[in-house]
């Protein structure tokens, strides 16, 4: 850490320590928190209002949405209100002390999170009609970096690849593809999906997503 000059911090988001307006000393907070506690992030909020941030970029998830068995986009407002992503997505945009944009990723793949190995032997997969909304950790990244290179902030973005295959036609290529037998699949009974739509991300940031198709990944 110390010869790229970087500073770790551990920071306990349910207990913040008495340094964490050292840590908040930057211009841009990348908030990537798995917690869905609202009250946490609270206390988070009003020591982020104290500091210098003046732009926040919050990792979300595309799970802000119910099965609603059509194409989503973000500006349908088919949001759950009930959901605690959705609810601390609304909390940090009520904030006026900093702008903030807001990337709801798909469930994560590449590299150790290989979806082949996602459900163990003699686990159903339920549903397996669904389509999936997936997106590569390296497009992650890329989203993030343009947002913060073109500075797009007030703004939020469904970020999954482009196709959609259903559980049953990826989850069995994926588990050839290292060899595994495919899953064991529940029998289909009324399908009930959501397919997020990326046309945002790729028209407001003119991002091409460099896995854009999930048949075409292979895993190892």
Same mark, same amino acid.
């Given at each position: 850490?110390?010869?790229?000059?970087?500073?770790?911090? %551990?920071?306990?988001?349910?207990?913040?320590?008495?340094?964490?307006?050292?840590?908040?000393?930057?211009?841009?907070?990348?908030?990537?928190?798995?917690?869905?506690?609202?009250?946490?992030?609270?206390?988070?909020?009003?020591?982020?209002?104290?500091?210098?941030?003046?732009?926040?970029?919050? !990792?979300?998830?595309?799970? %802000?949405?119910?099965?609603?068995?059509?194409?989503?986009?973000?500006?349908?407002?088919?949001?759950?209100?009930?959901?605690?992503?959705?609810?601390?997505?609304?909390?940090?945009?009520?904030?006026?002390?900093?702008?903030?944009?807001? !990337?709801?990723?798909?469930?994560?793949?590449?590299?150790?999170?290989?979806?082949?190995?996602?459900?163990?032997?003699?686990?159903?997969?339920?549903?397996?009609?669904?389509? %999936?909304?997936?997106?590569?950790?390296?497009?992650?990244?890329?989203?993030?970096?343009?947002?913060?290179?073109?500075?797009?902030?007030?703004?939020?973005?469904?970020?999954?690849?482009?196709?959609?295959?259903?559980?049953?036609?990826?989850?069995?290529?994926?588990?050839?593809?290292?060899?595994?037998?495919?899953?064991?699949?529940?029998?289909?009974?009324?399908? %009930?999906?959501? !397919?997020?739509?990326?046309?945002? !991300?790729?028209?407001?940031?003119?991002?091409?997503?460099?896995?854009?198709?999930?048949?075409?990944?292979?895993?190892?």
């Amino acid at each position: 850490m110390a010869a790229i000059k970087v500073s770790p911090f %551990v920071i306990n988001i349910g207990s913040l320590s008495s340094n964490i307006q050292t840590f908040l000393q930057a211009d841009i907070l990348i908030i990537n928190i798995p917690v869905k506690n609202r009250d946490y992030f609270e206390f988070l909020l009003k020591e982020i209002e104290k500091s210098k941030i003046k732009k926040v970029l919050y !990792v979300s998830s595309t799970s %802000v949405y119910g099965d609603e068995s059509c194409v989503i986009s973000e500006s349908d407002g088919l949001e759950l209100t009930e959901s605690p992503l959705y609810k601390i997505e609304t909390l940090l945009r009520e904030s006026k002390k900093f702008k903030i944009t807001v !990337v709801r990723f798909g469930g994560l793949i590449g590299y150790k999170r290989n979806p082949g190995k996602f459900f163990s032997q003699g686990k159903l997969v339920q549903n397996p009609d669904a389509n %999936v909304n997936l997106i590569h950790r390296d497009d992650c990244i890329g989203i993030i970096s343009q947002i913060i290179e073109q500075q797009v902030w007030g703004q939020e973005f469904n970020c999954c690849t482009d196709t959609h295959p259903t559980k049953k036609q990826f989850y069995t290529k994926v588990s050839n593809d290292i060899g595994f037998p495919a899953p064991n699949f529940a029998n289909p009974k009324e399908k %009930v999906f959501k !397919v997020i739509s990326n046309t945002k !991300v790729k028209n407001v940031l003119n991002y091409e997503f460099l896995h854009k198709d999930l048949m075409d990944i292979t895993f190892t």
